[in-house]
């Protein structure tokens, strides 16, 4: 799992203490994701694989509802290609909980929005670069990192969002081994499921590659399809409460 981890812990959620000055149409799409947060229920099909290209087992396919509690938002539906038993479940929701230890601050807190500069203007869209705060990682240097961010003209919305690297970096791993870490891209792309509201991901792919103690290779890809959108209302607005900054990504 780990490019699942890599793509928690850079794209956590997009927040609403971007707001500053930024390019207006890039703060024009933000705003409307995040007033579209948590309104949508969907699937959300993993599938892993190795350096070779070879799949890790099969698809993992999961159920989020912001309309349930907390702890009942996730649901599994497939593991790893089979129907889950028990143990699988239990397996799963390790995961999660780990994942969930793992997740660093919001992607929307650590951007520097307000150092957006145009990287391209197309016929039919902006396509903006976005730095990392420093020191916004636990265990990333931010510097290595940049985010681009592709605002349709059209609609004026969020239609890619990627992470990538700017060169190569070293990184400490478990048993005091380093890794050269060689390359990261983590792309998501946006589609409209209603003409009403904001595209939502729709498809999102990682890939990264390293080398540890200058001794093996090691690396793999990811890719996260989202289906199945249903609209609901979220559980924290049954009780008019607002619950710190309001999320527009989550994966």
Same mark, same amino acid.
Request: glycine share 6%; proline share 5%.
């Given at each position: 799992?780990?490019?699942?981890?890599? %793509?928690?812990?850079?794209? +956590?959620?997009?927040?609403?203490?971007?707001?500053?000055?930024? /390019?207006?149409?890039?703060?024009?799409?933000?705003?409307?994701?995040?007033?579209?947060?948590?309104?949508?229920?969907?699937?959300?099909? =993993?599938?892993?694989?190795?350096?070779? &290209?070879?799949?890790? @087992?099969?698809?993992?396919?999961?159920?989020?509802?912001?309309?349930? /509690?907390?702890?009942?938002?996730?649901?599994?539906?497939?593991?790893?290609?089979? !129907?889950?038993?028990?143990?699988? !479940?239990?397996?799963?929701?390790?995961?999660?909980?780990?994942? +969930?230890?793992?997740?660093?601050?919001?992607? @929307?807190?650590?951007?520097?929005?307000?150092? +957006?500069?145009? +990287?391209?203007?197309? /016929?039919?869209?902006? =396509?903006?670069?976005?730095?990392?705060?420093?020191?916004?990682?636990?265990?990333?240097?931010?510097?290595?990192?940049?985010?681009?961010?592709?605002? *349709?003209?059209?609609?004026?919305?969020?239609?890619?969002?990627?992470?990538?690297?700017?060169?190569?970096?070293?990184?400490?791993?478990?048993?005091?081994?380093?890794?050269?870490?060689?390359?990261?891209?983590?792309?998501?792309?946006?589609? =409209?499921?209603?003409?009403?509201?904001?595209?939502?991901?729709?498809?999102?792919?990682?890939?990264?590659?390293?080398?540890?103690?200058?001794?093996?290779?090691? *690396?793999?890809?990811?890719? %996260?399809?989202?289906?199945?959108?249903?609209?609901?209302?979220?559980?924290?607005?049954?009780?008019?409460?607002?619950? &710190?900054? %309001?999320?527009?990504?989550?994966?």
């Amino acid at each position: 799992m780990a490019m699942l981890v890599l %793509v928690s812990l850079l794209f +956590a959620l997009i927040s609403s203490s971007v707001y500053g000055a930024i /390019p207006e149409p890039l703060e024009r799409a933000v705003a409307k994701l995040v007033a579209d947060a948590d309104h949508w229920a969907y699937s959300q099909e =993993v599938n892993e694989f190795d350096k070779n &290209g070879k799949s890790n @087992g099969g698809p993992t396919r999961e159920r989020f509802d912001p309309s349930r /509690p907390d702890a009942e938002q996730w649901s599994l539906q497939l593991y790893r290609g089979r !129907i889950p038993t028990d143990s699988d !479940i239990r397996d799963w929701q390790r995961q999660k909980r780990r994942e +969930a230890k793992r997740r660093e601050r919001p992607l @929307g807190e650590i951007i520097d929005f307000e150092r +957006a500069s145009l +990287a391209e203007e197309k /016929p039919e869209a902006w =396509v903006y670069r976005l730095p990392i705060k420093p020191g916004a990682s636990r265990r990333l240097p931010a510097d290595k990192f940049f985010v681009l961010m592709t605002v *349709g003209k059209d609609r004026v919305e969020v239609e890619n969002v990627s992470v990538r690297t700017t060169e190569s970096f070293r990184l400490n791993g478990l048993a005091g081994l380093a890794a050269k870490v060689e390359g990261v891209e983590i792309n998501a792309r946006f589609a =409209v499921v209603d003409e009403k509201y904001a595209a939502q991901p729709a498809l999102i792919t990682a890939s990264g590659s390293a080398r540890v103690a200058w001794l093996f290779r090691v *690396g793999g890809k990811a890719e %996260v399809i989202w289906t199945e959108f249903q609209r609901v209302k979220p559980y924290r607005d049954r009780f008019d409460v607002k619950i &710190g900054d %309001v999320k527009a990504l989550d994966f």
